[in-house]
């Protein structure tokens, strides 16, 4: 377990650490900043110096006619610019042709290298050192451990000649290694110095606590507060003296608690066996409630099954679905975006006459069902009235709409009947409710349907398009 004086070491530590890292950092990468530009400038200087020690009549020789003479000249230039900085590696003149160079000379050779003597980087940058002085990314070159370079132009168009120079990288990494080292040996002398400082402070801070804990074991212990402490004249003698006052005042109110604490033990003793038997009583009367609420809600659920439900087939009666249409009209907001399907069963009359109304019961039974089976889980479809049907399609277009009373037309030609040989058919008239038209013109508009397509023959679907009406099957 840490100590008191321990967690504020740790933690002046930790704020050291902190501040003198980023510190460190700010002035290491400040300053190595400088020093690459710094280094990258010298070699800019370096490489216009060799360049105005070239003869440019010797590097055209060289380059036109490969004049042995001119090509030594042009070396021993180049070395003894290698030779006064032991900084530079290699120097060398080139020639661009286009996308391809040649190595005229090198401080290394007789100037015949290949081409693979530049590097990738060198290779880019003969265009831009053809106009002016330029040098690598010096960043890069530091990162990866390579050699620098700078190349400048030799001369003045059209002569298209360029001088480059390398830096020795082991010279650059030597000075990065010397600036880290100055750099981590200046942030260990200064952690160490706010250590020591650290360190007296948390000494005098301890002090005073161990003061204050003393006092806090006497308050405890119920024993005088310790005397005889010299004032420092900081913080804590004003919390010292606030503690002994407290002190007091907590034990005259401790003998005060005690004698209330008593009388209130036996109160609230009273009171709890007052409270056992009231909430006795509201739980039965609770349970009671609970009971007669559960069986209501029960009843009123279904007295709603039944005024939206039809007894018979199951579906929506009339007065649901005349709710669920009001509903659709005020969620479209009145631009439209439903249809709606009627249908009635053909000869449902002589069906009832023939065989009964029992058998017509099922007929419609079935038919529902087919309906239902048509819709799947949306409960958008109601008896309408006697034999007739009633549909709404939300979000469905008018042909869309003629398309799904089409195949309820045909589930139900084919749906078996109770009766052996009875054939049951049904007709149809769709409608589509149109921008600002009234839920009662869309659905005078959808039966006029209904009533062209039993003209039409019966087991039909007719389609309201506005007032032209069109036989869709």
Not at 56 to 61: E, F, G, L, S
Not at 289 to 302: H, P, T
Not at 446 to 465: E, F, I, P, W
Request: glycine share 8%; charged share 25%.
């Amino acid at each position: 377990m840490l100590t008191i004086k321990r967690q504020l070491l740790l933690s002046h530590l930790a704020v050291i650490l902190l501040g003198a890292g980023a510190l460190g950092a700010y002035m290491y990468w400040s300053v190595s900043a400088q020093m690459l530009d710094a280094v990258g400038q010298r070699l800019l200087d370096n490489v216009r110096l060799i360049e105005s020690s070239l003869d440019p009549d010797d590097i055209r020789a060289l380059g036109d006619r490969a004049d042995s003479a001119a090509g030594e000249r042009v070396i021993g230039r180049l070395r003894r610019a290698i030779g006064l900085n032991v900084d530079l590696a290699s120097a060398y003149v080139v020639e661009p042709r286009g996308d391809s160079l040649r190595v005229l000379a090198t401080s290394l050779g007789d100037g015949r290298a290949g081409g693979d003597f530049l590097s990738s980087e060198e290779t880019s940058l003969l265009h831009r050192g053809m106009e002016r002085a330029v040098v690598s990314d010096i960043r890069s070159a530091a990162s990866q451990r390579a050699e620098l370079s700078a190349l400048a132009p030799i001369g003045t168009a059209p002569q298209h000649y360029v001088v480059g120079v390398r830096l020795n990288a082991e010279s650059l990494q030597r000075s990065l290694h010397l600036l880290r080292l100055s750099t981590l040996g200046a942030i260990l002398f200064g952690v160490l110095l706010a250590l020591v400082l650290s360190r007296l402070l948390a000494e005098r801070l301890l002090r005073r606590i161990r003061s204050l804990g003393d006092r806090c074991r006497a308050l405890a212990a119920g024993e005088p507060q310790p005397t005889g402490q010299p004032l420092i004249g900081d913080e804590f003698d004003r919390v010292i003296a606030d503690f002994d006052a407290t002190a007091q005042r907590l034990r005259e109110a401790s003998a005060q608690r005690e004698a209330a604490l008593a009388a209130l033990t036996q109160a609230n003793a009273q009171l709890e066996n007052r409270v056992e038997e009231r909430t006795r009583a509201i739980e039965e009367a609770t349970h009671q409630l609970k009971s007669e609420i559960e069986n209501r809600l029960q009843v009123e659920a279904l007295l709603a099954e039944a005024a939206l439900t039809d007894g018979l087939t199951g579906l929506l009666n009339r007065r649901a679905m005349l709710e669920m249409l009001v509903q659709a009209l005020m969620a479209s907001r009145g631009q439209g975006g439903f249809s709606v399907v009627l249908a009635d069963i053909d000869h449902f009359k002589r069906i009832n006459d023939a065989h009964g109304h029992g058998v017509g019961d099922q007929v419609l039974a079935a038919a529902a069902n087919e309906l239902e089976q048509l819709q799947g889980d949306n409960r958008h479809a109601a008896r309408w009235g006697g034999e007739e049907f009633f549909l709404l399609l939300p979000g469905t277009g008018l042909m869309e709409a003629c398309r799904r009373a089409e195949e309820l037309r045909a589930r139900i030609e084919r749906m078996p009947t109770p009766i052996r040989g009875l054939r049951v058919t049904v007709s149809l008239g769709v409608a589509e409710i149109q921008a600002g038209e009234a839920l009662e013109d869309c659905l005078k508009r959808c039966d006029q349907a209904l009533y062209r397509a039993k003209d039409a023959g019966r087991n039909a679907v007719v389609a309201a398009s506005g007032n032209a009406f069109a036989t869709m099957s």
